[in-house]
């Protein structure tokens, strides 16, 4: 009879954590598709070894396929429990994470493999634009929301059709790519606002979801790099988009001591992709503006981008290790 109940339990545990995976969990390869991103653009710009951002192209394409398939297993198992998900007034807003996972592929494979490249980009931006549409539906015609729900996280849908030009200018019709651009500038304006008047004006984040607020820092890192491959200039517009980026991340850095004190979540890799983009826009500057500090400004960021990443692996090892992300919130 014990053997019976171990067993028993375990596989409950195991459906559990099945039911409960968190679809944010695809964050964890945005970060490192952005820390690859980096490393790639630091092998063009300052002659960093490629094999690191090859190394780490393997490795998160590997993560991406593991997440896809137990998120695939999960919604045959528990379809209800996507449901819920897609319902969530906060969860919704990370379902983008997964067709922006496939674009950020897309550009890690646009010189080595264009093809499969090409393939990633139409599968990621076909699906960014069914979720955009879902979401922003969701906001539209909703019956639950509230103003204390409004977080940085709403950023994510956006953030998206900003990523999309960032392959599609090479892969599609340049038309495509402002399409997108144009969706994503736009709403993050509109958004902005909204984020900015809940921060300021109603009680803060919870502790959960503080670390959301570096998600600020990606429309205007993210909108920096679309519209210099868009335009191909570094004009007044383009210097806008970088230093609001700039200012949001001085803004942040000056909160330093407040991000340190949190706790882990599976939400702390919210701070590994928009840094990415600041450190890919500061190293694209420095390009643009050889001489300058901003080489220097990206050395930093990258060591700081590295580091982190490197933390939340090893939070989010042991946090599996103590079963604490698959679980009920």
């Not at 998120?71 to 998900?85: H, V």
């Not at 890192?221 to 383009?238: H, N, P």
């Not at 190293?283 to 960021?301: C, E, H, Q, S, T």
Request: with cysteine; aromatic share 14%; charged share 10%.
């Amino acid at each position: 009879m014990p053997p019976t109940s171990t067993t028993t339990s375990n596989t409950a545990t195991s459906h559990s954590c099945l039911e409960h995976f968190p679809i944010a969990f695809f964050s964890t390869v945005m970060g490192l598709a952005g820390l690859t991103l980096a490393w790639q653009k630091a092998h063009t710009v300052l002659g960093a070894p490629p094999i690191i951002s090859a190394g780490l192209r393997g490795i998160v394409s590997v993560l991406f396929v593991i997440l896809l398939i137990i998120y695939g297993l999960k919604a045959l198992r528990y379809p209800q429990a996507i449901g819920m998900e897609m319902r969530h007034p906060i969860r919704i807003n990370f379902f983008p994470t997964a067709s922006i996972s496939l674009l950020l592929l897309a550009i890690a494979y646009l010189e080595t493999a264009p093809g499969a490249a090409f393939w990633l980009w139409v599968a990621g931006a076909i699906l960014h634009l069914g979720f955009t549409l879902a979401i922003f539906g969701s906001w539209i015609h909703h019956t639950h929301y509230d103003i204390k729900h409004a977080n940085p996280a709403w950023f994510i849908p956006v953030v998206g059709n900003i990523i999309i030009p960032v392959a599609g200018v090479r892969l599609a019709s340049p038309e495509l790519s402002w399409f997108f651009f144009s969706i994503g500038l736009v709403f993050w304006i509109v958004l902005l606002t909204i984020v900015l008047y809940r921060l300021f004006f109603h009680e803060p984040l919870p502790v959960r979801l503080a670390p959301t607020l570096f998600i600020l820092l990606a429309p205007p890192s993210v909108g920096f790099i679309a519209y210099i491959g868009l335009t191909g200039e570094l004009d007044a517009f383009a210097r806008i988009l970088y230093y609001t980026a700039l200012f949001l991340a001085l803004l942040l850095a000056s909160n330093a001591v407040r991000f340190l004190r949190l706790p882990f979540f599976i939400s702390a890799w919210a701070y590994s992709f928009p840094l990415a983009a600041l450190t890919l826009a500061t190293l694209i500057m420095g390009a643009r503006l050889p001489g300058l500090v901003f080489d220097r400004i990206g050395v930093g960021l990258l060591a700081l981008l590295s580091l982190v990443v490197a933390v939340l692996v090893f939070h989010t090892v042991v946090a599996i290790q103590r079963r604490e992300i698959c679980v009920p919130e």
